[in-house]
């Protein structure tokens, strides 16, 4: 995409965005009745309109069924690890002592694309346990509720692996 | 039968909810109370949307949207207030370890106060 | 049977919103009583669509949404705030 084009609107997220806010309408109207339809049909078009920026390729994700069969994956792996944190983080707040040992740790990600960071940083911090403060570069600093590893690279381990390997397909 | 399985799920959600508060009462520092409070919070908040659905049908499709919702907003709001806690320099709770997020802050405070 | 689980769920949810507002009330910094405020909103949202669920009115469920989104709204910009000042 050429640089005179580039401030114009994108088709294919302008209508993404149209057939997502028209689905949202339906379900918040409840009904397939024919007035209804249209006026959110028509709402859907000025709000995807006015929202919809070009959208530069950095910010493009290729579908493939590969792809779309990692996304279901992930989405499971990630239900279990968040599952699985907060019956930790439930153990630690009914443990009389409050065992935590808290800091903010450095890991690394491979991750190129910044769809693909932001999902990451986000999945982290949807684990309790793990919360992602900042992010500079490649480089994500982490308040851990339970540090129990001495050097960036065991912590990228730990946390960021997991999460790395369906990633990198996905968005890759 | 698929009401009383909505009200568990339901109970369950509320059990999550009564442990993020008492998380978030029992932490010693606002960072602690993010990943005990609202955070663990979450789960709670969608179980109990999932549940509310499956105990009246009719309302599971809007539930659904409310509850992706929370999950694709309540991380956001989390690292926006840990940030914010961060930059504002509230200071980690007694038990912390290390902080090496503050180890990288501190030479590029020394470079713009010379540069300035 | 199923009702009573319900209310005393609700109720589970009322008791975890008193405890918020006790962190929100004691502070003891203003970071803290956003964080409180946060988890206050979110437990809120299931308690309004258990209101809807419990009057029988699909409508209130509308107002959960938009009492999420506006919440949101809210915590974003106080976070801000605390961050650097308006």
Redesign the interface.
Known sequence: MSSRLSSQKDVGSLLANWLGLLA?WI??V?TFDTQEVIAGAVVAALVSFMATGPNPARWQVVLSPRRLFTLLAYLGYLAVA??RA?LQ??A???SPE?A???????VRTRLKSPLGRLVL???I?????T????V?GDEF?I?W?N?DSEDADDATRRIVSGFEHYLEIIFG | ML??I???V??V?????????????????????????????????VL??I??GI??I??L???I??AL????????????????????G?P??D????????A?RAPKVIEEETAS | ???I??V???G??A???I??L??LLAGP????R???L??LT??T??LL??A??WAGR?VY??V??VY??LA?LG??AL??Y???GI
């Open positions: 949202l379900i918040f409840g968040i599952f907060n983080m439930a630690i707040v009914l409050l935590i040992r808290p800091g903010i740790v450095r940083a986000n999945s911090t949807l684990t309790p346990g919360l992602s403060v900042d500079e600093f308040h509720i540090v | 009401p009383i909505g009200a568990l339901v109970l959600g509320a059990a999550f909810m009564v442990l993020a508060a008492i998380g978030i009462i029992r932490m010693p520092d606002p960072y602690n109370r993010i990943q005990a409070g609202t955070k663990a919070s979450t789960l709670g908040v109990a949307l549940g509310l105990y009246e009719d309302l499709p809007k539930l949207v409310i919702f929370v999950l694709i907003t309540n991380p956001l709001s989390s690292h926006a207030l840990a940030r914010a806690a961060h930059a504002a509230v980690l709770a038990e912390t370890v290390r902080d090496e997020l503050a990288a | 049977m199923a009702e689980i319900l005393t769920a609700l589970l949810a008791v975890a919103l405890m918020g006790y962190r910094c203003t970071v803290t956003a964080i409180a946060d988890l979110l437990i949202i299931p669509v258990g809807a669920v699909a469920v509308d959960a949404l999420g989104i949101f915590v974003l976070a801000r605390l961050e650097k």
